[in-house]
């Protein structure tokens, strides 16, 4: 992987971060709809969208959601212990997953597009807010520990390439919950509080009051990147907006 110093000369990166209930996603379709040459990239783990399927399975599709999410919950949970070594597979493949679409990313940004990315991996913060999953809770066993090692390794890596623009989405607990309902209070808590824990060191951190109405978000939003590329000598804005998912 390319220096630091060297990615400072390629294309702005503009990472959207939030606690539940912000409006990342959102927020990120609607920039890449309106600023030129941008790309949207997924940097999530897209476990929600894999539990929602296996929970439209017949018969079972219900319970065994709530088993593997109760699983993965204890895992992302200090002073809890990893639930062995499967759940601990499977929470370092979904790692994996991330770490793919983080490199394919890069690739993107390489080819000289501005790249908006819905959430941004950090290593400052376990088993929350895009925060290594096998670091919060206790390991037990030589291969979970293992496993949680690589994951973490893997997420100060991504973290040594910090975005040029973070874009903080504030919101407080009880607006993000009305928003997301079938989501847990006190979770949403303890995200809103990591959100703004948050450092980034060696990127620019913008704060915005999601709770203002959606359309001033955008706005505000809109009017940071593209002070942004007004001021990133050597950078085009001149083709075509273009909304693409990167996976």
């Known amino acids: ?75 992302r949970t200090p002073g809890e212990r990893i639930p062995g070594p499967v759940t601990a597979a499977v929470i370092y493949l979904f790692g994996r997953l991330r770490w793919r679409r983080f490199l394919h990313m890069l690739h993107v940004r390489e080819s000289g597009r501005l790249v ?38 893997l997420y100060i890596e991504m973290a040594q390439i910090p975005p040029t623009l973070v874009i903080r989405l504030n919101v407080d607990a009880h607006t993000a919950w009305a928003r997301k309902p079938d989501h847990d209070l006190a979770l949403i808590e303890r995200k809103v509080a990591a959100t703004a824990a948050l450092t980034f060191p060696g990127a620019r951190v913008v704060e915005v009051d999601a709770g203002l109405p959606q359309a001033q978000v955008h706005a505000i939003c809109r009017q940071l990147i593209e002070t942004l590329v007004s001021e990133t000598p050597g950078f085009s804005s001149s083709l075509e907006p273009q909304v693409t998912r990167v996976e």
């Open 1 to 75: 992987m390319a220096s630091r110093s060297a990615f400072r000369r390629l294309a702005p990166l503009v990472a959207i971060i939030g606690p539940d209930g912000a409006g990342k996603t959102t927020t990120a379709h609607y920039l890449c709809s309106v600023i030129a040459n941008s790309q949207y990239a997924y940097l999530g783990l897209g476990s929600g969208a894999l539990g929602l399927k296996i929970r439209q399975l017949p018969w079972i599709g219900a319970m065994l959601e709530r088993h593997l999410s109760a699983k993965a919950s204890r895992a």
């Open 116 to 153: 908006i990315c819905d959430r941004y991996p950090q290593a400052q913060i376990a088993g929350l807010n895009d925060g290594p999953g096998l670091s919060a809770a206790h390991a037990t066993g030589w291969l979970t520990a293992l496993l949680a090692r690589r994951e973490r390794d």
